[in-house]
């Protein structure tokens, strides 16, 4: 049955989902067990086919309405178990970007593979950026950008995190249209994704997790 979530999630039925889940509950299927096989394989198999642009932004929205309307349900009990995320990853548009769409989907894929997402939004000026590395200590910090003009945007965070000595206590990974691995490794970032499937596998590759 928790194929039959997955199935369900894939194909963005978010009535299904949630009444699996519930199914699953009042059957005494643990909550964290949900999550490692019907949603994390579910969100798996959405995020290769939209690598391989078998479904397009509209469908994968769908599935992450389906995982969330599962999450909102799981989450408090969650919350009482011994489950831990795989890591913690800050995720925001730089300043004078406010595209949202490319950072929502790399965020859902990365919390529907079992990262915590803390979303810090759009335009968000390395103050902002500096203050959520220092408070929440995420594991990761992902940047992205949609605009060639906010490309400097991304180097100002990194140089930023480097002036007050926090450079080393994140990882930061960057993405959008203009940005390349050439432009990732220029301002010294630690990994670029080319789309949401991409930044899911990186992340794992920066964390060490398999």
Avoid at 66 to 92: N, T, W
Avoid at 125 to 133: A, D, G, L, N, T
């Amino acid at each position: 049955m928790l194929d039959e979530m997955s199935k369900s999630l894939v194909d963005g039925n978010m009535p299904d989902v949630k009444r699996l889940t519930e199914e699953f509950l009042e059957q005494g299927v643990k909550p964290e067990v949900i999550v490692n096989k019907g949603l994390i394989p579910g969100m798996d198999i959405v995020g290769i086919r939209f690598k391989k642009k078998e479904i397009s932004v509209p469908e994968v929205l769908m599935s992450a309405r389906a995982m969330h309307a599962s999450l909102e349900i799981l989450k408090p009990l969650l919350s009482r178990s011994d489950m831990k995320p795989l890591g913690v990853i800050a995720i925001g548009t730089v300043k004078g970007d406010i595209h949202d769409i490319g950072k929502n989907l790399v965020a859902m894929m990365l919390e529907g593979a079992g990262f915590h997402v803390i979303d810090v939004g759009i335009d968000v000026p390395s103050e902002r950026f500096v203050e959520i590395v220092r408070t929440k200590k995420p594991d990761i910090l992902g940047l992205s950008a949609l605009l060639n003009a906010t490309l400097s945007s991304m180097k100002d965070v990194i140089k930023a995190l480097e002036s007050v000595r926090l450079r080393g206590d994140v990882k930061v990974m960057v993405g959008g249209a203009p940005v390349t691995q050439n432009f990732a490794d220029e301002i010294g970032a630690d990994a670029y994704a080319e789309d949401a499937r991409e930044a899911v596998v990186k992340a794992k590759e920066i964390l060490g997790i398999k």
